[in-house]
């Protein structure tokens, strides 16, 4: 059983109120402490499919008195352990609550992960070498090293988190991160395409050039995975994994070839890119949607649908154009394009 403990921190009459408002709700303990400066500390130990109905319940009802707060915490463990409640849920029960962290949890593990910082750039730096450098030799366990680390991730998930809650403020932290990132590859592996010789006799290198509809479904499934790993609190990294299969390694190839002179073959890899980044976003934005991710007022929720509704049909044009152009660039036979070694 997957646990938290939400901690509400308040006037005594007010935690008192908040006890009497959800002890009747599916909660495994509730407990009340007076502390020193005059306030109570309400601790409320549930599943973590429960939490943010609870957290909604209290804000909603105690958010404008003095004091109030609420601090969300995971509980690794607790004995004696839970009993598993038996008691049946009607169907109206079982569709409205979310099998997933809440709202607050996911958001700040979204944002914590795709601020544009030093940190960020130096993973995005670090990747895109050890991705370079397994591309030129065409080794795939220094490729699949590099992906671990994923430090393209977070942005496209707190983009797609960003479209769902209709937060203008982190989609443009998003942008920026997530373009910032994608430049940083870019011109590190641009570099590289200079400095190193680039041999287009690899297989890992060329195969990213040879852009055909399978990869679309790679990448939407990519998109998905990732957003799911955050709504249920999987590490994002064993996730991340698969998000870089379809990011880094074809954007880290353009900027090779592109560093070598290889113009043809840069086309194709960055064909394969933009794909990749289309589809990810429209995965995770959909993703979200089915997890039941809305903002907490119906304010925002009408503001957030329209947002959402804006971006599915920018993704889809988009995803759709490009699939015309993977179609056409199908047409071309790529290997003509790889020079012949010199004799």
């Not at 002179?261 to 995770?284: D, E, H, P, R």
Request: net charge negative; glycine share 8%.
């Amino acid at each position: 059983m997957n646990l938290r403990l939400i901690e509400l921190i308040a006037p005594p009459e007010t935690a008192q109120k908040a006890r009497e408002l959800i002890k009747d709700e599916k909660i495994i303990g509730i407990w009340t402490n007076d502390l020193e400066d005059g306030c109570a500390v309400l601790r409320v130990l549930l599943d973590v499919d429960y939490t943010e109905k609870i957290s909604d319940t209290l804000s909603k009802k105690f958010g404008d008195v003095d004091g109030f707060r609420i601090m969300l915490l995971n509980v690794e463990a607790t004995l004696p352990q839970p009993e598993e409640d038996e008691k049946e849920e009607d169907e109206t029960e079982k569709e409205s609550r979310p099998s997933r962290i809440s709202r607050e949890e996911l958001y700040a593990d979204v944002t914590s992960g795709s601020e544009l910082n030093g940190v960020y750039l130096g993973m995005v730096i670090l990747s895109t070498l050890v991705a370079g450098v397994g591309l030129i030799l065409d080794d795939v366990a220094t490729i699949i090293g590099a992906m671990v680390i994923a430090p393209l991730l977070a942005p496209n998930v707190s983009l797609a988190l960003a479209v769902t809650l209709g937060d203008l403020e982190l989609g443009w932290r998003s942008l920026k991160a997530n373009a910032a990132g994608l430049f940083a590859s870019l011109a590190v592996a641009f570099v590289m395409g200079l400095v190193f010789t680039v041999d287009t006799s690899s297989e890992e290198l060329i195969s990213r050039t040879m852009v055909n509809l399978k990869h679309i479904i790679i990448a939407l499934a990519a998109g998905s995975a990732g957003v799911l790993a955050f709504t249920r609190g999987v590490p994002a990294t064993i996730v991340g994994v698969m998000v870089a299969v379809a990011l880094l390694p074809p954007l880290v190839d353009v900027g090779l070839l592109l560093g070598a002179g290889y113009m043809q073959l840069a086309v194709g890899a960055g064909i394969l890119t933009f794909t990749n980044l289309i589809c990810i976003n429209l995965a995770g934005v959909v993703t979200f949607l089915i997890q039941g991710v809305r903002p907490r007022d119906w304010w925002e929720e009408k503001k957030a649908k329209k947002a959402t509704r804006y971006a599915i049909v920018t993704w889809l044009i988009l995803l759709v154009i490009f699939g015309f152009v993977i179609w056409y660039w199908g047409q071309f036979d790529v290997q003509s394009m790889i020079p012949k070694p010199l004799k």
